[in-house]
């Protein structure tokens, strides 16, 4: 039987195949993108505290630079395999091309729990991680960020790492660093902020009043936190229910995304929080009689066999491929405005080449000019998709595929690839 992974690449493979197809493209085109042009697996053994040694599997996938060096996260979680990376990656060029960015797409990812490791464990891992992929990365060639499981420290080594590899500091190698070292303003926030944007447009565009709507979100780390303080904080809308990989928190009248940031910071999860009145199952989440549902978690969450259970009139993508793609079909077939990945949670990637600009001409923004360029290009980047989707008939998803497939076909034209 095919894994996930393999199911989900074979999913995207087929989306991009739709798209060229509809752009009336020759095979050429899907024969290059429907797999990364390089990828790495390397082997990292790791000294632990007990004085044992670990070997773990790190990969990275560049799936497509035609528009310029390679970027995209690095996930730490045990179920990572070759085919999510590869995956992951195609997912990256996609979305730079949709917003408009001069990068392609790559991820990268080890096959650990980091919860299970040391501060010095996961240090030693990142390090020796970094090493092993020193001739691969660079900030003229490819360019890790944070993702599930890691985060600004992560960042921090990765930079001090590179640097220590090439004999000068190369900040630029990665972003989502902690800012006193070169990260960005605004990017610790950048993928919830997108997030809102993304959903605030979508409403406007279905006539949805978002003052007092109500959220359903599905993960409550960095890209579901932040959605949810800023639903509340720019939209004026009340999370009630939240689930994550402790458990599921409910509250009619709302559970105060901030404090619930705050109890997840010290507690590890929802679970056990004092503003919730019940418990919550994953399907009891989805099927929450709310406005805007919001899965910010992990892939495949949502399937043919729970799709029916949603009732929210919007359905923003935060996590990465968190729909199948049978399953947003249906959902859109039953009137459920999709914000695809792609586009939704850009203003991850988009705040990164803010930073990464910013470190390659050591001069640095404000917050305001972080933000103000953010939400110029989600604002852009949704308007074409939308005005695309109205007038082609296609659902938000294929429209944004098509958009970024188009922009990537041209680039691969003029430089002679196909
Ligand atoms: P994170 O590690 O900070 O948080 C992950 C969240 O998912 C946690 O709340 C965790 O409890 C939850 N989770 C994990 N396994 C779960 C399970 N089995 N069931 C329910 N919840 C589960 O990660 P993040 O950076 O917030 O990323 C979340 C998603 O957003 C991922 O799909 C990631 O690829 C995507 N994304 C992240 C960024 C970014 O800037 N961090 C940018 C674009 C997309």
Known sequence: MASKSSETLRQVQAQIKEACDLLGLNNNYYEILKQPLRTLEVTVPVKMDDGTVRVFTG???????????????????????????KTL??????????????????????????????????????????????????????????????????????????SKQKGYNMPGVVTGKPVSIGGSLGRTEATGRGVIIAL??????????????????????????????????LLGAKVVGVQDHTGGVYNENGLDAKALAAYVAENGGVKGYPGSTREL????????????????ALENQITDENEHVIKAKILVEAANGPTTASASKKLWDRGVFVVPDILANAG???????????????FYWSLEEVNGRLERLMVEAFDAIYEQHNELKI?????????????????MELRGWA
């Open 59 to 85: 990969y990275r996938s560049h799936h497509n630079d035609v528009m310029g060096p390679a970027k995209g996260g690095l996930r730490y979680h045990p179920d990572v395999d070759f085919d999510e990376v």
């Open 89 to 162: 990656s195609m997912w990256m060029t996609f979305k730079c091309s949709a917003i408009g960015l001069p990068y392609g797409g790559a991820k990268g990812g080890i096959t650990v729990d980091p919860k299970e490791l040391s501060a010095g464990e996961l240090e030693r891992l990142t390090r020796a991680f970094t090493r092993a992929m020193s001739d691969f990365i660079g900030d003229d060639r490819d360019i890790p960020a944070g993702d599930v499981g890691t985060n600004a420290q992560v960042m921090a080594w990765i930079y001090d790492e590179m």
């Open 200 to 233: 605030r447009e979508a409403a406007k565009r279905l006539g949805i009043e978002t003052k007092g709507a109500t959220v359903a979100l599905q993960g409550y780390g960095n890209v579901g936190s932040h959605a949810g303080m800023l639903a509340e904080e």
């Open 281 to 296: 199952t994953r399907d009891e989440l989805f099927g929450l009689d709310v406005d805007f549902l919001i899965p910010a």
């Open 348 to 362: 991850g990637v988009t705040v990164s080449y803010f930073e990464w600009v910013q470190n390659l001409q050591n």
């Open 395 to 411: 659902d938000m998803r294929t429209s944004a595929y098509v958009l970024a497939i188009r922009r990537l076909a041209e680039a």
